[in-house]
């Protein structure tokens, strides 16, 4: 075959042609700070100056050596474009949205000068200049936002979720004008010379809502977001979207973008022959880590499983090595392309019954393996110990997350038990059940999110009782990592540990490195908490642990959120890895007995 050039090489990858070598490129965000420092334009100038986001854009092909680039970094535009107050951050921040000016079953309508809007209007002039530096060799990517993730944006990500659980129909007017609004922009940027778009719908992940959800309130409206774009266009969700990943291939997307955490081999079976597969390296595994001989590796694997395109599974971390990137290439381009993927499994063992051929339940993201059982709802009863019919009633109140009903359960258990009773018996065991739900894969966020408020208020209750608050067991602070206000983690484990009987030093959202340290200095903490969720931010935990260490103090550091890993926080000293917020009482226990940062890091990693 004749050689390509990239962007050739990458259109008739999104086709699903042959390619005279592997394509290797990133759809989502592709600055790093080595990049920054190269070429001499940073954050936030770059998500504010379509010269500089064009710049810093192109590096993406000039220095990381892709087939692709693209703009937006962020996912912001719309929002702004929309009403919504906009966080730019610091140097290397992506921006982030700060108010949330509507309001669910509220009427919208889009705004006459959406379409003109100063933040459309510099992405749409960026992607111009992006074109004319290197559109004639490269395939450029304009970015937009789905429908069900802008509609977070502009009432709130926990509103929305919760409304998921409620008459959904509320949500469908935000969910028009979003679709609407993207399409405008879409519009834009495809006259603007775009040569593909992506649609990242990060919201829409199973992280988030289940995967009927998924299918009952967003895949309509991305499917009439995909109607729309003429030219070729990639779905990205964040998480392991095998639960969903049949559905995304009917979206009429060109290609959809997926992460590490998705089986490839369940993902390539559902999309072939439908669309291209882009990814799936970890952008927080060895692509951030390294060593160049990893990712090469990782490169290779991803080739071999069938992925059309090879490149993070997400937005890259900013903290990257350009080498890492390179070798990405490297071992992508050193593997020998097959025209179709075959997977191969030992003599004897069929389709049916192979582990590696799993079923996934369809309220869950989770595999279900031969010989076990889907569970039949997603809503679970309390678990039947033998405790007073008030305390089961407690249980169940919270374990369906009705405050209301919660409340007068604990008024009628405050009647029998002392209030210590009602909240350990009652209160912790329900929460205790709503997270075991939840990491079987039967509860989502949503009901995790409206379970913890009414154990919150069955706690209220209680303690007004007592005329006095829970004696608590220890100290604990939170914070949201510096440029990052993404809060829906960190409140939920504040709920999980105040009700287990710790005390909570909450720092809030977009805390400063020495905020963080100053608080562990006056508070003295047992152990301390950090939530981020993209790449942009989780690399404040390796700064306030440094910083930490270089004033002698040695707290256990819980470090959680979407992008944080194993890996990630096994790379700098008192970094614990927090998993799922179902695993901090425990973490919170051990660190109660005094045991050391490094023993519970050994003692929780998996």
Known sequence: MAVMNSRNRALAALFQGKTDTVCVGAVNQTATVEQMVKLGVAFPEAHLDAAAMAKLAAGAVHLLGLDMARVPFGQTAEAEALGCRIDYGGKAALPQVSSHPYKIGSAVKLP?????????????????????????????????VGPFSLTGALVGTSEVLLATLEDTSQLAPLLEMSVEAAGILVQKLIEAGADAICVEDMLASPDMISPDAYREIVLEYEKRLFAGISVPSILHICGDVAG?????????????????????????????????????????????????????????????????????????????????????????????????????????????????????????RRPIMPGSEAPTSAKAEAPSELKSAELQEVIGAVTVGDQSRTQLAVTVALEKHTPLQVVDEGLVAGITHVSQLWDSGRYFLPQVIRAADAMEAGVVLCEKKMGKALQRKGTVV???????????????????????????IDLGIDVPDERVVEAVRQYSPMLL???????????????????????????????????????????????????????????????????????????FAH
């Open 112 to 144: 006459t000068e959406f379409a003109n809007h100063p933040a459309l209007n510099r992405t749409v002039e960026a992607l111009v200049r992006l074109k004319a530096d290197v559109g004639r060799d490269a395939l450029v990517i304009g970015g937009v």
């Open 244 to 364: 969903i990943i049949a559905d995304m291939a009917v979206t009429g997307a060109s290609a959809l973008s997926i992460d590490a955490r998705t089986n490839s081999r369940v993902a390539r079976d559902a999309t072939r022959g439908k669309t291209a597969l882009i990814g799936p390296l970890s952008p927080t595994g060895a692509l951030l880590y390294g060593p160049v001989e990893r990712v090469r590796q990782e490169a290779a694997d991803a080739v071999e499983a069938g992925f059309e395109v090879v490149a993070p599974g997400c937005g890259i971390a900013p903290e990257t090595p350009i080498a890492n990137v390179r070798a990405m290439i490297e071992g992508a381009r050193a593997v020998e392309r097959r025209d179709q993927f075959v997977m191969s499994r030992p003599a004897g063992i069929t389709k049916s019954d192979s582990p590696l051929f799993v079923r996934y339940n369809a309220l869950s």
């Open 529 to 603: 908490i950090g939530s981020a969720l993209m790449t942009t931010t989780m690399s404040a935990f390796p700064r306030v642990a440094a910083k930490l260490k270089q004033a002698g103090i040695e707290v256990p550091f819980a470090c959680g959120g979407g992008a944080v890993t194993q890996e990630f926080c096994n790379s700098f000293d008192l970094g614990i890895h927090g998993g799922k917020a179902s695993r901090a009482p425990a973490i919170a226990a051990a660190a109660a007995t005094g045991t050391s940062w490094r023993e519970i890091r050994s003692a």
């Open 478 to 504: 939170m914070f949201v990592a510096q440029g990052d206000i993404h809060s829906i983690g960190k409140n939920i484990v504040r709920s999980l540990l105040s009700a287990n009987g710790y005390e909570i």
